[in-house]
């Protein structure tokens, strides 16, 4: 809630004048308020729940049901070593795919940004991963693609030296980032697409005109202009992505062993397998606390950069 | 003759230099082109490759090595086609629902603000 104060309350302020009465403040909160009631619904009374979950021993499996276990879950969920490699691998793997996701995406933006014949069927092309449904698209992945014996990249890479690996047992990890970063790509393109065309010609012009080379112009001129938008793209991404459940469920199912095991797949492992529902709630608890530190940063970061769009 | 021996002489510049920049715009943009196809086409490879196993019959869909000649058929599409309701009307309520329930509730707060 503390976020999302932060972020609507300038604007609220910088319109409320001060000295208006009770009911017109009641009647300008009015039209807030169905939103209001409705988030917090769906959002913090489930929260408080699992925190009240989160205090109790109670197993699906066993029979008695819930009872008060003070602080024991929280103790295991800090002494278990998969949540603690959960949490590692779910933050490793965010990060690779989004930085390489817009590594990527800027080298196509770039590609995309010249002329050349049949831009636009290319450009539908490029998008086209970002619009396959996740499950679709791990599906697509796991069999037709790499499929040890009939995959299609083991018969592209046949030429190069590679005779049927099994792409999802020896390179698990890989190939969940490969598929993240194949459906996220487009996305950081479209982006950085935006603010490359949003870019003003005549200072590109007038770099010209004084001798830079185009990679200084793109270092010392584009690179500063677009960084509001790789901002935007990496924020974005995360957040999608840190929540990727789909991928790993239906590729790796979190394996082998528990090499693809990200946090969201621990928790369903979690409830769906261990049935300890006060365990479960409790690293979700220490989850959304790890979430909302990283968010806040996050979203000061997103304020800036809509300020910075206001200023141009 | 031309490119090579226009830079050396400096007296015939113009002209000739002139053309072969306008020759290496046009070979750059051949270049871009050629770039552009080809990394579309990596992009697209894996949705084309679905598509393609759509229309294949069963005994075509998964062999070695891959078959890209095939007899198409549309017996898999008449599968799903005819198992496919529920679903389809599953996810229209789930999309227009909540679409209305975040317009009903956004509207009036968007005014607002």
Known sequence: ?312 | MSAITATQAPTAQDAPRRRSRRAREISGQAGWTVLGWVVGIAFFIPVLWMVLTAFKPESAAETWPPQFTFSPTLAEFRIVFNGMGPYIEHSAIATVGSTILVLVLALPAAVHL
């Open chain 1, 1 to 312: 809630m503390a976020v999302l104060e932060d972020v609507t309350s300038p604007p609220a302020t910088g319109l409320r004048p001060r000295g208006v009465g009770r009911r017109e403040r009641w009647q300008r909160r009015l039209p807030l308020l169905p939103a209001l009631i409705y988030t917090i619904v769906v959002t913090q009374v489930p929260f408080l729940v699992t925190l009240w979950y989160s205090f109790q021993s109670y197993f699906w499996n066993e029979p008695g049901g819930a009872h008060w276990t003070g602080i024991s879950n929280y103790k295991e969920v800090f002494t278990d070593p998969n949540f603690r490699s959960a949490l590692v691998r779910s933050v490793t793997m965010t990060a690779i795919a989004v930085i390489v996701a817009m590594l990527l995406g800027i080298l196509l933006a770039v590609l995309l940004d010249k002329k050349f014949l049949g831009r636009s069927v290319v450009r539908t092309l490029i998008i086209t991963p970002f619009l396959v449904m996740p499950a679709a698209a791990s599906l697509i992945w796991s069999g037709p693609m790499l499929d040890p014996n009939f995959g299609l990249l083991n018969w592209l890479l046949e030429p190069f030296g590679v005779h049927h690996v099994a792409w999802l047992t020896t390179h698990a990890y890989g190939s969940v980032i490969v598929v993240m970063i194949w459906q996220w790509t487009p996305f950081m393109t479209l982006i950085v697409l935006a603010g490359l065309q949003g870019q003003p010609q005549d200072i590109l012009e007038a770099a010209r005109v004084d001798g830079a080379n185009a990679w200084a112009t793109f270092r010392e001129l584009t690179l500063p202009h677009l960084r509001p938008y790789i901002e935007l793209g990496i924020l974005l991404g995360s957040i999608y992505l840190v929540t990727a459940f789909d991928q790993v469920r239906l590729m790796t199912n979190g394996g082998p062993g528990t090499s693809t095991t990200t946090l969201p797949f621990y928790l369903y492992q979690k409830v769906n397998f261990a049935f300890d529902i006060g365990g479960a709630a409790a690293a979700g608890v220490v989850t959304v606390v790890l979430t909302i530190i990283v968010a806040s940063f996050a979203l000061r970061m997103f304020a800036r950069v809509f300020q910075f769009e206001e200023a141009q």
